[in-house]
Every structure is written in structure tokens, then in C-alpha cells.
């Protein structure tokens, strides 16, 4: 039998399934090429075997590890763009919501955690594949991370035109919610949030996912880079009373446009290796 070897990088957890298998573990020094997409498998894996992530959410992240590969793994300065405009909804909302699902927790909880420091938006853990256990998994994982505001989900309502356990939002949170930030979101819950009237924001490395195309903002870009470039954003503006040159950021913003320009982005980029 094929077994393959363990790869490791600093930090991570993941050697329990390895272990299981007898698998030799070989750790990957931060100069190899692909160190950092490794480190964010390994959370991934180490998300799955503490019950945050589930089986599916691994194949997503394949999903959106082809459309990075595009992009030429970093950020473009429309996915920069988008960024800074997703963070002028959040800092201007009345009610904003970070909507946290088990990739997003296994791939970015220090992140979140140093952007709600930053802005007190508070958490809530939604997932497609719903389990008290398993929010509850996710929500501890988080506060460990330190967030300090998580909602679980203890006020439940449950919201229309939404078939999956993704309908059910807090009350206090997501259903009150005027802006909602949903990194890695899925197609129906972004529409049904729209409907509903609901200013949406992702994260999606897939430009032409249906999450992509009914958000009001898609930043086109990796969860932890979007993350960190958000932290960055709300540091810059932090402390100003410039509302009007938020309101101004965000009126300036069209998702079809910065679609387009991601479309553009790896076009060219496919374009320039093809020569
Ligand atoms: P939709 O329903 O919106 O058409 P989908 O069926 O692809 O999209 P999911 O299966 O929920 O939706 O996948 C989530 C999306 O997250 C994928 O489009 C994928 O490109 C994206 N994605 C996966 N990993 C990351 C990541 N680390 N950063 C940003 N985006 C990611």
C-alpha cells in the first residue's frame, strides 16, 4: 500500500492521523516554495481531526488553492481595493457581523482575532454542516485564539429561502445584522442575505463562484492575506472621524468591475506564461 509521508510545518498540530498510519514525518523549513500553502493545508488537517473543519471544507480549499495559483498567490491591487472598501462597510455599519465557518476559523482565527480587536465586531460561528458539538468546537477554538465576542447561536432564528442548516443565524447577530462580512460563503446564503437586504462581503479565490457574483464586495483573495489586509486598513483609518471618506470609498466600489479586473488579473498573468 501507498501511504504518503507527513509534511509539517512550524506550529502545526497534525500528526495524528499520520501517526496512525506509521507515516514518516518530514518538516518543511520555511524556505521551501510552497511553505506557506502547506502551513494552511496543515491547518486545515489539524481543523479536521479537532472537529472544526469537516471533510468537505477540505475539498473547498482545493478549490479555491486552483484559483490561487492564478492569482499568482498574492494579492491584487483590485483585491487591495475591494479590502479597503469591505472595511469601510464594517467600521460605518450599525450592526456588523464577522460570519465565521469551520475553513475560515482553521485557516484565519489570529487573524480575526487581531481584527476584532481592532474594530469590536463580534463573531458568529455559522456552518453549512451543523453540529452543537461542532460550534461549539469552533467558538472555543476562536476565544483561544482571542476573540473575545463569539455568538454560538443561542438565540436561534431561522431565516427564509435558505435550504441548508446556514439558515440558522443569532438573533443578535447575523439576523440583526446590517452588514455581513461571510468569508468563504456559499452561493444560496449570500443571495438569500441580499434578499433580505443585507450588505454582504466575502472572501473568495473563486471570482466566478455565485457567492462572488450576488455579494455587494468580493475581495478576490486569500482568507489570511484578506484578513490581515483588513487589520491593516482599519489600523490606517482607526481613530479618524472620516466618515465621509468612508461613505465616499464605498459608493465608489462596483463588484462586477472588480470581478472583472480578478478576470484580468489572471488572464494576463496566464498570458504572460504562455509566451
Ligand atoms: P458558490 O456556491 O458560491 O458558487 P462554491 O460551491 O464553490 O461556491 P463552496 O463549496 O462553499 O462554494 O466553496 C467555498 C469557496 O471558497 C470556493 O469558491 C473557493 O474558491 C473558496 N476558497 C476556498 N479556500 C479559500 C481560501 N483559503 N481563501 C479564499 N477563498 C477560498
Redesign the pocket.
Known amino acids: 500500500m501507498f501511504v504518503p509521508e507527513g509534511l509539517y510545518t512550524k506550529g502545526c498540530e497534525a500528526r495524528y492521523q499520520t501517526k496512525r498510519l506509521g507515516v514518516k514525518h518530514i518538516m518543511v523549513s520555511e524556505g521551501h516554495p510552497r511553505y506557506k500553502s502547506l502551513t ?1 493545508r496543515n491547518k486545515l488537517v489539524d481543523g479536521y481531526e479537532k472537529g472544526i473543519t469537516s471533510a468537505h471544507g477540505l475539498i ?2 482545493g ?3 486552483a ?1 490561487d495559483y492564478l492569482l499568482g498567490e498574492q494579492t491584487s491591487e483590485n483585491a487591495l481595493g475591494a479590502t479597503n472598501v469591505a472595511c469601510a462597510y464594517l467600521l460605518t455599519a450599525h450592526h456588523p457581523i464577522l460570519s465565521v465557518n469551520g ?1 475560515t476559523a482553521a ?1 484565519a482565527s489570529e487573524e480575526i482575532a487581531e481584527f476584532c480587536a481592532i474594530t469590536d465586531i463580534p463573531v458568529e460561528v455559522n456552518l ?1 454542516h451543523r453540529s452543537a458539538e461542532r460550534v461549539k468546537r469552533i467558538a472555543d477554538h476562536l476565544r483561544s485564539y482571542g476573540v473575545a465576542n463569539v455568538l454560538t447561536g443561542f438565540d436561534i432564528i431561522k431565516l427564509d429561502h435558505i435550504a441548508s442548516d446556514r439558515a440558522k443565524v443569532d438573533k443578535q447577530g447575523i439576523f440583526k445584522a446590517d452588514v455581513v462580512f461571510a ?6 446564503r ?1 443571495q438569500a442575505l441580499t434578499q433580505l437586504g443585507k450588505v454582504v462581503l466575502t ?4 471570482p466566478l ?4 457574483v450576488t455579494s455587494t464586495v468580493t475581495i478576490v ?4 492575506r ?1 484578513m490581515k489586509n483588513l487589520s491593516g486598513f482599519a489600523k490606517h483609518v482607526e481613530g479618524q472621524s472620516d466618515q465621509d471618506g468612508l461613505d465616499t470609498l464605498k459608493a465608489s466600489f462596483n463588484n462586477v468591475q472588480n470581478l472583472k479586473a480578478s478576470y484580468v488579473v489572471m488572464q494576463e498573468r496566464l498570458r504572460s506564461l504562455a509566451l
Open positions: 494552511l473547498a480549499h478549490r479555491g488553492e484559483f475553513n485557516l453549512f468569508p468563504l460563503e456559499d452561493g444560496d449570500a472572501v473568495d479565490l473563486n463562484s455565485r457567492t462572488a483573495d486569500e482568507v489570511t484578506a
